[in-house]
């Protein structure tokens, strides 16, 4: 087992080109952000959420997500994994309680703005949340064509990280002739392109054979080694014993922290 502060494990080490590529990514994004940023990024303090009429399925959730931070959200199916995730992300408000996004109450911010606030969160979703009309390059470098960058300064960074997540002879290919485990990858690398000061993934091993779940590991582990903070939401023991790291617990509505 090693520390999330420590350099990820030799199997599926990052090439050097690839080490380059994601030290340019992230540093790109903090250096614009990091005089504003103040410890903790997420601050959650008695938060609750319930659908509808419907009976609270989290309750009285008190937790920070520290910068650089590097955790493991586990639990029961059914538990409210995904809805606290989706909560990170700010696509759904909360039935009580506060939420502070990177020092701002979420509840105070216009929603013009949520998209705004959004990009510095990257999520990686169960269901992945391709574009079936978009080829795999094209499904990567979206959130870099919505933002106006020309092709020519993200192409490269796009080839070179579907090349490392196995994907390197899809990126032509659409979602629906993708298997489940190369719509996982593409998705992540999705979220990488965004380049996020948080990384959210909803069990992002749970299509992958074991080689490929400790290759994309290592990618978490690296970025948060360069300052990302992740959240990574899985059933998998076998996953979370590779890692010294924090163990957020969520059961019957409540989370337990075990740092």
């Known amino acids: 087992m090693v520390n999330a502060s420590q350099r990820s494990p030799s199997n599926g080490r990052l090439s050097s080109?690839?080490?380059?590529?994601?030290?340019?990514?992230?540093?790109?994004?903090?250096?614009?952000?990091?005089?504003?940023?103040?410890?903790?990024?997420?601050?959650?303090?008695?938060?609750?959420?319930?659908?509808?009429?419907?009976?609270?399925i989290l309750r009285d959730l008190t937790f920070d997500i520290p910068k650089k931070s590097f955790q493991f959200l586990t639990g029961?199916?059914?538990?409210?994994?995904?809805?606290?995730?989706?909560?990170?992300?700010?696509?759904l408000q909360p039935t009580r309680g506060l939420i502070r996004m990177f020092g701002r109450d979420i509840s105070e911010i216009p929603r013009p703005e949520l998209p705004l606030l959004r990009r510095r969160v990257g999520i990686v979703f169960q269901d992945f949340r391709l574009l079936d009309h978009l080829t795999t390059y094209e499904n990567v470098a979206l959130p870099l064509r919505v933002r106006g960058k020309d092709e020519s300064s993200y192409k490269t960074d796009v080839l070179e990280l579907l090349k490392w997540v196995g994907l390197g002879e899809r990126i032509n290919v659409l979602p629906p002739v993708l298997s489940g485990g190369e719509k996982q990858r593409a998705a992540i690398a999705r979220a990488l392109m965004d380049r996020p000061e948080v990384l959210l993934a909803d069990e992002p091993t749970g299509n992958v054979d074991p080689p490929m779940a400790k290759r994309l590991l290592n990618l978490f582990l690296e970025l948060n080694r360069l300052g990302t903070a992740v959240v990574i939401a899985t059933h998998d023991l076998a996953l979370m014993e590779q890692v010294e790291a924090r163990r957020m617990i969520l059961s019957g509505g409540h989370l337990d922290i075990y740092d």
């Open 17 to 56: 080109k690839i080490y380059r590529l994601l030290t340019v990514l992230v540093n790109k994004s903090h250096g614009e952000t990091k005089n504003r940023l103040s410890c903790p990024l997420i601050h959650f303090e008695n938060v609750g959420l319930r659908y509808g009429m419907g009976p609270e």
């Open 76 to 91: 029961p199916s059914g538990a409210g994994k995904t809805s606290l995730l989706r909560l990170l992300f700010m696509s």
